[in-house]
């Protein structure tokens, strides 16, 4: 237990694509060892259901093969409906004391039956104002979903020894490469195809949480509908790299715009506009835009105009370093929005907390 801790690789199993990344540590930090992305058909995981098991086992095996992955430990994670996460306020006792008691606590917050669901927590603080309570992050995901997660892994010929959760990944990627400002409260906010992951931390450690089931899917939808296109036509146009068509760039931008202000950014604003109401925090300082639907023309743009807090797109590899021989910069600079949560998931080591 006092040796080196095992080497694992992360699997971030997205609705469009799956994500597999490897990082090494040494005295001298983080290194990418290995990234690598497999696309996934769009009707393959529907609403974080996986839908054709035999697509996403093939996707994860030839990215096993192709980066030439010896490691077969795997941290992944799960996220969406199937996933509660709270914060609350307990009289304040030990670790071990919490872990006897934790099942009876849960079934007070999580809106799900208890014995359908894997626990846990984390101890946060002890409130200094008096009352005896200390603060605690509470997670809860349904059995069946993470059995789902592990069985595609584990027919693919890899072992899952950790399960953790989007949000949370996202925290663990922002501590390593942000230095966080005391006072602050930051949001991450990593747009995916079709779910938005938000994490709202103040004082560097997470107030608030939200999965929204909205993300990139609803601009392809509406490209497809509003032009009769296909949906890899409609994918391009998204992006900027044309679709094959001749349609006006006006109009694309027309709706692209539409959806941003209408869908996503109204979306985190809600959400943003139900956290300041809690009072724990007067304002929003900044926002960390991921997520492979943050490539969307002007998106960033209008979150910033719709929001009024300045948007800076997340950069997991800013405080890892690379070997420019196996990846160049442009490419880093390309993957870094599909990377948030996948670099989250490669930090994490069997036996931390």
Known sequence: MLGKKKDVIAIDIGSSSIKLVEISESKRGYTLTNFGMAELHPETIVDGAIMDTAAVVDAIQSLVSGLKIKVKDVVTSVSGNAVRIQKISLPTMSQSELEESIQWEAEQYIPFDISDVNIDFQILDTLDDGSGQMEVILAAAKKDVINEYVAVITEAGLSVVIMDVDCFALENMYDVNYQFETGDTIALVNIGASLTNINIMKNGISSFTRDISSGGNQYTEELQKRFSI????????????????????????????????????????????????????????????????????????????????????????????????????????????????????????????
Do not use: C
């Open 230 to 353: 296909s949906y890899d036509e409609a994918e391009a146009l998204k992006v900027g790299k044309g679709g094959g068509k001749d349609i006006p760039n006006d109009e694309i931008i027309k709706v692209i715009d539409q959806v941003s202000g209408d869908i996503v950014a109204s979306e985190i604003q809600k959400t943003f506009d139900y956290f300041l109401s809690q009072g724990t925090a007067d304002t929003v300082n900044k926002i960390y835009l991921g997520g492979g639907t943050s490539k969307t023309n002007n998106l960033p743009r209008l979150i910033q105009d719709k929001s009024g807090i300045v948007v800076e797109k997340i950069n997991p590899f800013a405080n890892v370093e690379y070997n420019e021989r196996h990846f160049d910069a442009a490419y880093i600079q390309d993957i870094a929005p599909y990377g948030a949560v996948g670099v989250g998931l490669a930090l994490r080591k069997v036996g931390d907390r």
